[in-house]
Nanobody
Framework: QVQLVESGGGLVQAGGSLRLSCAAS????????MAWFRQAPGKEREFLAS????????VYADSVKGRFTFSRDSAKSTVYLQMNSLQSEDTALYYC????????????WGQGTQVTVSS
């Protein structure tokens, strides 16, 4: 299996920036793609962005296009989410997820890291 650990969350003022990290371990060679999700209190889990592990190709949700950047460091088996121009609406628990090539979805999840944006 694959283990995922998120880090980098914290408190930031509106308009500020934050970078989240997600380190993968275990059977990392089986990872096909990774993604970031978030969930705010009272809301459903929201897809933010995904990245194809081998190519680095990314897909972003409309809500974060132009503000968030998804990148990876293959040597470290780590992905990053650079978040700029943060708004209070971005406050949520952010999750990292991974899928294998033969998986029908994201079958590995981290524990989440809290991001709080103050206005």
């Amino acid at each position: 299996q694959v283990q995922l650990v998120e880090s980098g969350g914290g408190l930031v003022q509106a308009g500020g920036s934050l970078r989240l990290s997600c380190a993968a371990s275990g059977r990392t060679f089986s990872v096909y793609s990774m993604a970031w999700f978030r969930q705010a209190p009272g809301k459903e889990r929201e897809f933010l962005a995904s990245i194809r592990w081998r190519s680095g190709s990314t897909v972003y949700a409309d809500s974060v296009k132009g503000r968030f950047t998804f990148s990876r460091d293959s040597a470290k088996s780590t992905v990053y989410l650079q978040m700029n121009s943060l708004q209070s609406e971005d406050t949520a628990l952010y999750y990292c997820a991974a899928s294998g090539a033969s998986s029908g979805g994201y079958n590995y999840w981290g524990q989440g890291t809290q991001v709080t944006v103050s206005s």
